[in-house]
């Protein structure tokens, strides 16, 4: 058994029928960044499989099914994306060819003690009627786990097949929030129960249960913490006059949110100046920057104002906490 194998599955017989199906010669693969060192094992499974198919990796950074590159899936027959949910905000621009989202799912599971200690922190916490997420790798980890807890007497409210959340997608999540005494998350690393704390504004309890680390965790602190930063971002822009507006590409320019901030802007008699960027860091903006702009909104991904420029020196805002701004919105707004 190689390491690809050990740590995650794929469906190769279904990869084989759809190259098949539209007679595919040359074949991008796309894998998410912190799965790109299982490459060369994919490749030989897949070069030995499809032997009269030319396969290449995409090696520019792949955050989410939200960037595709156009230009480059656009010279394959077909680009087989592993790893992530389909883009479900769709895409201001055309995708040139066919695209194959592929299942990359981690062969990790949630063992008896895991999810004991889960149910005795949620009874701890009197959470009885909880909604549980994930990410895409551990989606068939929640079945099992929806039954323990219902034999616990906790009660699930959200529908499995809706489960899987992304950096910017959680709208199953807001339609529990009234009713749910808190949140389970199953993810690796803070960036998707952070996500479910803040769209909920940290008013529900959010509990992590980590599969690589084999712990379970209250984040209720961690996201209260962000959410204080992100507060004192938006008082510290509230008075900007000049306001520069970051774009991204693909699915990450957002048309509709661009012309909505814009309007805003014009409508408080505000200065705003653009920019479109496939990436967006501190050196990003510190290459545009001049004393003349005093606040930043990134349109493209609400997550790098919050998990990437939050130390930058000027405010930098997602699209939700510009409009609060430009609207006289008290309430958090996520993502926009």
Same mark, same amino acid.
């Given at each position: 058994?190689?390491? =690809?194998?050990?740590?995650?599955?794929?469906?190769?017989?279904?990869?084989?029928?759809?190259?098949?199906?539209?007679?595919?010669? @040359?074949?991008?693969?796309?894998?998410?960044?912190?799965?790109?060192?299982?490459?060369?094992?994919?490749?030989?499974?897949?070069?030995?499989? &499809?032997?009269?198919?030319?396969?290449?990796?995409?090696?520019?950074?792949?955050?989410?099914?939200?960037? &595709?590159?156009?230009?480059?899936?656009?010279? !394959?027959?077909?680009?087989?994306?592993?790893?992530?949910?389909? !883009?479900? %905000?769709? %895409?201001?621009?055309?995708?040139?060819? @066919?695209?194959?989202?592929?299942?990359?799912?981690?062969? &990790?599971?949630?063992? @008896?003690?895991?999810?004991?200690? =889960?149910?005795?922190?949620?009874?701890?916490?009197?959470?009885?009627?909880?909604?549980?997420?994930?990410?895409?790798?551990? @989606?068939?980890?929640?079945?099992?786990?929806?039954?323990? &807890?219902?034999?616990?007497?906790?009660? $699930?409210?959200?529908?499995?097949?809706?489960?899987?959340?992304?950096?910017?997608?959680?709208?199953?999540?807001?339609?529990?929030?009234? +009713?749910?005494?808190?949140?389970?998350?199953?993810?690796?690393?803070?960036?998707?129960?952070?996500?479910?704390?803040? +769209?909920?504004?940290?008013?529900?309890?959010?509990?992590?249960?980590?599969?690589?680390?084999?712990?379970?965790?209250? =984040?209720?602190?961690?996201?209260?913490?962000?959410?204080?930063?992100?507060?004192?971002?938006?008082?510290? #822009?509230?008075?900007?006059?000049?306001?520069?507006?970051?774009?991204?590409?693909?699915?990450?320019?957002?048309?509709? +949110?661009?012309?909505?901030? $814009?309007?805003?802007?014009?409508?408080?008699?505000?200065?705003?100046?653009?920019?479109?960027?496939?990436? $967006?860091?501190?050196?990003?903006?510190?290459?545009?920057?001049?004393?003349?702009?005093? #606040?930043?909104? $990134?349109? #493209?991904?609400?997550?790098?104002?919050?998990?990437?420029?939050?130390?930058?020196?000027?405010? +930098?805002?997602?699209?939700?906490?510009?409009?609060?701004?430009?609207?006289?919105?008290?309430?958090?707004?996520?993502?926009?």
């Amino acid at each position: 058994m190689n390491e =690809l194998e050990k740590y995650y599955t794929y469906d190769l017989d279904k990869i084989v029928r759809e190259v098949r199906s539209i007679n595919a010669r @040359k074949v991008l693969i796309q894998l998410p960044d912190g799965f790109k060192h299982y490459s060369i094992k994919l490749l030989e499974e897949l070069t030995n499989t &499809l032997r009269d198919v030319e396969f290449v990796v995409d090696a520019n950074p792949t955050y989410g099914s939200c960037i &595709l590159n156009t230009n480059l899936i656009s010279q !394959y027959d077909l680009t087989i994306h592993f790893g992530h949910e389909p !883009y479900p %905000y769709g %895409y201001d621009v055309e995708i040139p060819r @066919k695209v194959l989202f592929a299942d990359f799912l981690s062969t &990790l599971t949630l063992n @008896k003690e895991l999810i004991n200690r =889960l149910i005795t922190l949620l009874k701890s916490l009197n959470i009885n009627k909880v909604a549980i997420y994930t990410v895409h790798q551990h @989606k068939k980890n929640l079945g099992r786990l929806k039954e323990e &807890l219902r034999d616990a007497s906790i009660k $699930i409210l959200n529908n499995l097949d809706n489960a899987v959340v992304m950096g910017c997608w959680f709208n199953d999540v807001l339609r529990h929030v009234d +009713v749910a005494d808190g949140y389970v998350v199953v993810a690796g690393g803070l960036f998707h129960p952070l996500g479910v704390g803040i +769209v909920t504004k940290g008013l529900k309890h959010v509990v992590q249960v980590d599969p690589y680390r084999g712990e379970v965790r209250l =984040l209720d602190d961690v996201v209260w913490k962000y959410l204080r930063i992100r507060y004192s971002k938006v008082m510290e #822009a509230s008075n900007a006059a000049t306001w520069c507006l970051v774009h991204g590409v693909e699915g990450q320019f957002r048309s509709r +949110v661009r012309e909505e901030l $814009i309007n805003a802007l014009r409508a408080r008699g505000l200065k705003y100046f653009e920019y479109r960027s496939s990436t $967006i860091n501190q050196e990003t903006l510190r290459n545009i920057d001049s004393k003349d702009v005093e #606040a930043y909104v $990134i349109t #493209a991904c609400p997550r790098i104002p919050i998990d990437d420029l939050q130390d930058f020196e000027k405010p +930098v805002l997602t699209p939700g906490e510009a409009f609060m701004i430009l609207k006289s919105i008290s309430d958090y707004i996520f993502p926009w």
